[in-house]
């Protein structure tokens, strides 16, 4: 690829590759026999689970759009958990997600090998 329009297109189809049609013949039920599938639900945030998230983080991430680095969080762990666990669980009781949660910053570096 040499001109940027190659390499977006490139990209784009490395990471979203058009999906194939179902086949017809692979995916049929009959009334007597109908798929089931058990109700999902969200997780529930307990203050020790998001505690256990916390020190699993890498803190020289770069920081997300509120620009709160990783090293903080980890750092207050202990003031955050229990308020945090509170918020994530209110949103998906909710399900009323906030904008900032809707844009996701990616980027894709390349690494020899």
């Known amino acids: 690829m040499t001109t940027n ?5 490139q990209l784009a189809n490395t990471f979203f590759p058009l999906e194939r049609p179902l086949r017809q013949h692979k995916h049929q039920f009959t009334k ?9 639900k969200f997780p529930s945030f307990t203050p020790e689970r998001v505690a256990n ?7 020289h991430k770069v920081p997300g759009p509120l620009g709160i680095s990783n090293t903080i969080l980890k750092h207050c ?4 958990t229990s308020h945090l666990a509170v918020i994530y669980t209110t949103i998906c009781k909710l399900k009323h997600y906030l904008s900032k949660f809707h ?7 390349p690494k020899p090998g």
Not at 5 to 9: G, I, L, R
Not at 32 to 40: I, L
Not at 103 to 109: A, M, N, P, Y
């Open 53 to 59: 998230t916390l020190t699993k983080v890498n803190p």
């Open 5 to 9: 329009n190659q390499k977006a297109e």
């Open 32 to 40: 007597t026999n109908p798929p089931t599938a058990r109700q999902s």
């Open 103 to 109: 844009k996701i910053h990616q980027v894709v570096l």
């Open 77 to 80: 762990a202990q003031l955050l």
